[in-house]
C-alpha cells in the first residue's frame, strides 16, 4: 500500500515546507497551532470514511453499473471519467453552500482563517459521506473503481494545490483551470465572494453556470465565516455545526491558559501522529471489507491522538493525560500483546510515548498572562 502511504508523506512535507518558506521567507507569521488544526481536522477519521466510499462505489459499479461506456475507448473513457468527477463535484460543493445540513459539514472548511496548504487538508470528519451520492453517478455510467480512485487522487491533488499561498497568477491556465488566484475569492468571508468559484479543477462550470468571480475585494477583507471562532478539537470542530443547525447552543467550556501547550510541543506531536497514520495507511489502505479489531484499535487511537492534540491547544486539562495514555497504550497493545514485528512501528510509537511522557512532565506549557492590576483611586 506505498502507493497510498507515499501521497501523504509528500502532502506533509509541502505543507510543513510552504509553512517554512512563508515564515523564514517572505517573512510573514505562521499559526502553527492552526496548522496542526488543519492537518488533524479530519484527515485520520476522514481516512475511514473515505473507505466507505470506496467500497460503496465499487459495491455499485460491480452489481449496477449501466454498462454506458463499456463499448468506449479507453482515452474516450479516462476523459469522461475525469470531466464527469470534476462536474459532480462543482454541485457537491455548491449545493454545500446551499443546504444548511450540509453546510454543516462543508463550513469546518470554510473556518480556515489563514489561505495556505494546510487549509486544502482541512475537514469536517464527514466530508467524504457527503460525497457518496454525487460519485456513485460515474458507477452506474460505468466508471472502473480503479479508474475513479485514480481521477480522485488528481482531482484532490490539484484542489490541494489551490490552496497554496505562493502561487501568482497562472496566465493563460487562469482561464481553464481553477488556480490559487481563483479559490482566495472563494474562502473570503464575504458571501458574495464565498459562493462564487465553486470548481475544483476547471474553471468553466462556474462560468457556465454563472458562479465565476475573478477577482479578489479592491477593499481589506479576511478569510474565514462569520460566528463563535471555531474550536481547535476535531471532534467538536465536526459536531458542532450539527447542534447549531439542530438549535442547540450547548458548546464546550473555554479552556484554561495555563493547560494550554506551545505551538512547538503540539507541532512535534502531530507530525509523531501522523508517522503512526503512514504506518496505518502503509498496512491497511482503504481496507474496508475484512477489518480486524488490531486495525479499528489503531483508528480510534489515532483519532483520540487528534483530540487530544487539539485539547493542548485550547488548554484542557485532560488533553495531556490522555495524549500520555494513548502514546503508552498503543505500544503496549501493539508491540507488547500483539507482537508487532516491524521496526517502522518500534521506532515510531516509543518517540510518541517519548514525546507524551516529556509533556506530561510540562514540556510546552505555555505560561499563564499575568492578572493586571486594578488602578487604587
Not at 507569521?29 to 492552526?34: E, L, Y
Not at 462564487?196 to 479576511?222: M, Y
Not at 464546550?252 to 501522529?273: E, I
Not at 503512514?278 to 491522538?305: C, E, K, N
Request: with cysteine.
Amino acid at each position: 500500500m506505498s502507493d497510498l502511504a507515499l501521497p501523504i508523506v509528500f502532502m506533509l512535507f509541502i505543507v510543513v515546507a510552504e509553512a517554512v518558506a512563508l515564515q523564514w521567507g517572505r517573512r510573514e507569521p505562521v499559526n502553527w497551532h492552526d496548522l496542526v488544526f488543519n492537518l488533524n481536522s479530519g484527515h485520520i477519521m476522514l481516512w475511514l470514511f473515505r473507505g466507505l466510499e470506496i467500497t460503496c462505489y465499487g459495491y455499485v459499479a460491480a452489481h449496477f453499473s449501466l454498462g454506458l461506456l463499456d463499448a468506449w475507448p479507453p482515452l474516450l473513457m479516462w476523459l469522461f471519467a475525469l470531466l464527469a468527477w470534476d462536474f459532480g463535484f462543482y454541485w457537491l460543493h455548491r449545493l454545500h453552500h446551499r443546504f444548511r445540513v450540509l453546510w454543516a459539514v462543508h463550513v469546518v472548511h470554510h473556518q480556515g482563517e489563514h489561505f495556505n496548504l494546510s487549509l486544502g487538508v482541512r475537514n469536517s470528519w464527514y466530508s467524504s459521506l457527503t460525497s457518496i451520492p454525487f460519485f456513485l453517478l460515474l458507477a452506474l455510467a460505468g466508471v472502473p473503481l480503479s479508474v475513479f480512485v485514480t481521477v480522485s487522487i488528481f482531482h484532490y491533488s490539484i484542489q490541494l494545490f489551490n490552496h497554496n499561498a505562493l502561487t501568482p497568477k497562472l496566465g493563460v491556465l487562469e482561464k481553464i483551470l481553477v488556480t490559487p488566484a481563483h479559490h482566495r475569492v472563494h474562502h473570503v468571508k464575504d458571501m458574495a465572494y464565498s459562493n462564487k468559484n465553486f470548481g475544483g479543477s476547471f474553471i468553466f462550470w462556474d462560468k457556465l453556470f454563472g458562479t465565476f468571480c475573478p477577482a479578489l475585494p479592491t477593499t481589506p477583507f479576511s478569510y474565514g465565516v462569520s460566528g463563535d471562532r471555531p474550536s481547535a478539537n476535531p471532534f467538536w470542530a465536526s459536531n458542532l455545526p450539527f447542534l447549531r443547525y439542530l438549535r442547540l447552543a450547548w458548546r464546550p467550556a473555554p479552556g484554561r491558559p495555563r493547560d494550554r501547550r506551545s505551538a512547538l510541543s503540539v507541532f512535534s506531536g502531530a507530525m509523531l501522529l501522523f508517522s503512526l497514520v503512514v504506518g496505518y495507511v502503509y498496512q491497511y489502505g482503504y481496507g474496508y471489507g475484512d477489518i480486524s479489531w488490531p486495525q479499528m484499535a489503531l483508528l480510534v487511537l489515532l483519532a483520540l491522538g487528534s483530540v487530544a492534540l487539539g485539547g493542548m491547544t485550547e488548554g484542557r486539562p485532560w488533553a495531556s493525560a490522555v495524549w500520555l495514555l494513548i502514546a503508552l497504550g498503543m505500544p503496549l497493545l501493539f508491540i507488547g500483546y500483539l507482537g508487532w514485528p516491524q521496526r517502522y512501528w518500534h521506532i515510531a510509537m516509543a518517540a510518541v510515548a517519548l514525546h507524551a511522557l516529556c509533556v506530561a512532565l510540562g514540556w510546552g506549557r505555555v505560561a499563564a498572562p499575568a492578572a493586571v492590576e486594578e488602578p487604587h483611586g
